[in-house]
């Protein structure tokens, strides 16, 4: 690729094409890990969710003994799904709603109505490799990936200053984007569009002059500085939270941006973090889901998060409608690849990943 300023974006297909989606789902998100959201959301034992990655269902569970499993969530008879898409229930076994099938919490089948299955027949749930990272759980459905902490790398050492495993949800926010999953990266991964996009962000946070990280492992990231007359991101600067303890001088007036493919985002501002993770719907369809970490403190102190909430999320409408816009464009068959412009260097790196 051409160094940023002279190399080109992608073609429109790169966004349109449901061939292309499908090669990407293989390439990247079923073979290799995909954060899967907080492990805490599955707080106690019978928990058990329907997740999707990138269209394939995996079925989180947590066991008697408090241990997280992940199982493909396909039922052994004739493959309905154990717990629906997107659904998270409570029950002291996995159970299939369609001929009530039963297994226990850790996969094996238990029960099978009327029926005896064949001897020796593995009739087990197919587990899926999972493993957890500063609170988030990951699975890898290839099961053969690098190790998950060879792909975090050092954001392990870079987050660290935060606790993120420490930290605790305190909002939530689904949007359904009509883009396709790559704009939402690219568009997270520079900062050149804030000042006609972002007046709020723009008034809070400078635009330009930060720095990309040299990173280890498969993440990538960069840095702004917080204006002078801003603490945090907050629609006028200021907020409830406390700065984190452990950050430095540096860290505590910046705005760090982490994209760890194919489709985490974690934000770390002063006083909290902002996650967004992407889950790939259709060639032009992107779901995402925002969530907002705060110190388990500030949570029992009952501080009311509205100052992050209000911000990211005006933040994330005024970031959607610009990707939508852009997958419109796209797909008009009048789109060109421009130049990508020097400001888009961590876009230019993602691209070059691909
Ligand atoms: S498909 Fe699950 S019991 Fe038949
Ligand atoms: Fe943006």
Redesign the pocket.
């Given at each position: 690729m051409q160094p940023p300023g002279r190399a080109r974006g992608l073609p429109a297909e790169a966004y349109t094409s449901d061939r292309v989606l499908a090669w990407e789902r293989e390439r990247f998100w079923r073979r290799g890990w995909v954060c899967l959201g907080r492990a805490d959301r599955l707080a106690g034992p019978g928990e058990q969710a329907g997740l999707d990655v990138a269209g394939a269902g995996v079925l989180v569970v947590r066991d008697a003994s408090g241990q997280l499993r992940a199982f493909r969530n396909?039922?052994?008879?004739?493959?309905?799904e154990?717990v629906e898409r997107g659904c998270t229930v409570r029950r002291p076994t996995v159970w299939?709603?369609?001929?009530?099938?039963v297994y226990r919490l850790d996969g094996t089948l238990r029960h099978?109505?009327r029926f005896d299955p064949p001897p020796g027949a593995d009739l087990d749930l197919l587990p899926v490799r999972s493993a957890q990272w500063a609170g988030w759980l990951f699975a890898d459905l290839s099961g053969d990936a690098p190790p998950l902490a060879d792909v975090v790398g050092d954001l392990d050492a870079a987050l660290a200053p935060y606790r993120p495993g420490e930290l605790r949800v305190v909002a939530t926010e689904g949007y359904d984007v009509a883009a396709n999953w790559k704009l939402l990266v690219e568009n997270y991964l520079e900062c050149y569009h804030c000042p006609s996009t972002h007046p709020e962000l723009s008034r809070v946070q400078r635009t330009e002059g930060g720095e990309s990280f040299a990173a280890t492992g498969g993440w990538l990231g960069g840095q702004l500085d917080l204006r002078n007359s801003a603490a945090t991101m907050s629609l006028d600067g200021t907020g409830p939270g406390s700065v984190f303890p452990g950050l430095d001088p540096d860290a505590a007036r910046q705005v760090r941006y982490h994209l760890l493919p194919p489709g985490l985002f974690v934000t770390a501002t002063p006083d909290h973090l902002v996650t967004h993770r992407l889950v790939p719907v259709a060639a032009d369809r992107t779901r995402v889901e925002c969530e907002w970490l705060l110190p388990a403190e500030l949570v029992a102190a009952r501080i009311d998060p509205g100052w992050a909430v209000d911000f990211w999320h005006t933040t994330n409408r005024q970031d959607w409608a610009a990707c939508e816009s852009v997958q419109r464009g796209i797909s008009g068959g009048g789109y060109r690849p421009g130049p990508l412009a020097p400001q888009e260097d961590l876009l230019h790196a993602f691209l070059g990943r691909l």
């Amino acid at each position: 690729m051409q160094p940023p300023g002279r190399a080109r974006g992608l073609p429109a297909e790169a966004y349109t094409s449901d061939r292309v989606l499908a090669w990407e789902r293989e390439r990247f998100w079923r073979r290799g890990w995909v954060c899967l959201g907080r492990a805490d959301r599955l707080a106690g034992p019978g928990e058990q969710a329907g997740l999707d990655v990138a269209g394939a269902g995996v079925l989180v569970v947590r066991d008697a003994s408090g241990q997280l499993r992940a199982f493909r969530n396909a039922c052994r008879h004739r493959g309905h799904e154990l717990v629906e898409r997107g659904c998270t229930v409570r029950r002291p076994t996995v159970w299939c709603a369609y001929h009530a099938w039963v297994y226990r919490l850790d996969g094996t089948l238990r029960h099978a109505p009327r029926f005896d299955p064949p001897p020796g027949a593995d009739l087990d749930l197919l587990p899926v490799r999972s493993a957890q990272w500063a609170g988030w759980l990951f699975a890898d459905l290839s099961g053969d990936a690098p190790p998950l902490a060879d792909v975090v790398g050092d954001l392990d050492a870079a987050l660290a200053p935060y606790r993120p495993g420490e930290l605790r949800v305190v909002a939530t926010e689904g949007y359904d984007v009509a883009a396709n999953w790559k704009l939402l990266v690219e568009n997270y991964l520079e900062c050149y569009h804030c000042p006609s996009t972002h007046p709020e962000l723009s008034r809070v946070q400078r635009t330009e002059g930060g720095e990309s990280f040299a990173a280890t492992g498969g993440w990538l990231g960069g840095q702004l500085d917080l204006r002078n007359s801003a603490a945090t991101m907050s629609l006028d600067g200021t907020g409830p939270g406390s700065v984190f303890p452990g950050l430095d001088p540096d860290a505590a007036r910046q705005v760090r941006y982490h994209l760890l493919p194919p489709g985490l985002f974690v934000t770390a501002t002063p006083d909290h973090l902002v996650t967004h993770r992407l889950v790939p719907v259709a060639a032009d369809r992107t779901r995402v889901e925002c969530e907002w970490l705060l110190p388990a403190e500030l949570v029992a102190a009952r501080i009311d998060p509205g100052w992050a909430v209000d911000f990211w999320h005006t933040t994330n409408r005024q970031d959607w409608a610009a990707c939508e816009s852009v997958q419109r464009g796209i797909s008009g068959g009048g789109y060109r690849p421009g130049p990508l412009a020097p400001q888009e260097d961590l876009l230019h790196a993602f691209l070059g990943r691909l």
